[in-house]
T-cell receptor
Framework: DAGVIQSPRHEVTEMGQEVTLRCKPI?????LFWYRQTMMRGLELLIY????????DSGMPEDRFSAKMPNASFSTLKIQPSEPRDSAVYFC??????????FGQGTRLTVV | KQEVTQIPAALSVPEGENLVLNCSFT??????LQWFRQDPGKGLTSLLL?????REQTSGRLNASLDKSSGRSTLYIAASQPGDSATYLC????????FGTGTRLQVFP
């Protein structure tokens, strides 16, 4: 398996634009997590899914953020409209329930 | 609400030293605890997973322990090498993975 795949690896966008981050989890994994990492706040859990269903989105900072998982092999995290304070590295991770979690390489988002 | 703390925040040691990284968590009802390594500008690499029923887990020069009752886990690195330089993160699993802030390790020759 190629591991958790995220795209794009880097994204530079202007304030106010819509940004969509993508994640393909490891085949067979039933849990998927979205995290945001910054120097100031470390790794923050934004939302996680079990069996494609959002379980806890309490970490989503604002209504500007939304996440979907239309099927077991794909998830998106959307920011609309984007703001400079959204600049961070966004990670996706997947696992089977309560087993070892594996992370993607992340998407570095810069909003100017 | 699960809170995870890691001590020390940073550590600089000469090559060859044995060292211990500490992780504390507030919710003892964890299913397991996972240790990760993160190199600058990279993603997280899983090192060890300890199930709540286990007390120790070993992989090469790494040994992780878990004490649920006291809310603590340690990562022991034997005979440290410059290639071990990275940030080490622990994460407690209570349905969701909650991370500590990490220990930044530098091993100098």
């Amino acid at each position: 398996d190629a591991g958790v795949i995220q795209s794009p690896r880097h994204e530079v966008t202007e304030m106010g634009q819509e940004v969509t981050l993508r994640c393909k989890p490891i085949s067979g994994h039933n849990s998927l997590f979205w995290y945001r990492q910054t120097m100031m706040r470390g790794l923050e859990l934004l939302i996680y899914f079990n069996n494609n269903v959002p379980i806890d989105d309490s970490g989503m900072p604002e209504d500007r953020f939304s996440a979907k998982m239309p099927n077991a092999s794909f998830s998106t995290l959307k920011i609309q409209p984007s703001e400079p304070r959204d600049s961070a590295v966004y990670f996706c991770a997947s696992r089977m329930t309560n087993t070892e979690a594996f992370f993607g390489q992340g998407t570095r988002l810069t909003v100017v | 609400k699960q809170e995870v703390t890691q001590i020390p925040a940073a550590l600089s040691v000469p090559e060859g030293e044995n060292l211990v990284l500490n992780c504390s968590f507030t919710d003892s009802a964890i299913y397991n605890l996972q240790w990760f390594r993160q190199d600058p500008g990279k993603g997280l690499t899983s090192l060890l997973l300890i199930q709540s029923s286990q007390r120790e887990q070993t992989s090469g020069r790494l040994n992780a322990s878990l004490d649920k009752s006291s809310g603590r886990s340690t990562l022991y690195i034997a005979a440290s090498q410059p290639g071990d330089s990275a940030t080490y993160l622990c994460a407690g699993n209570t349905d969701k993975l909650i991370f500590g802030t990490g220990t930044r390790l530098q091993v100098f020759p």
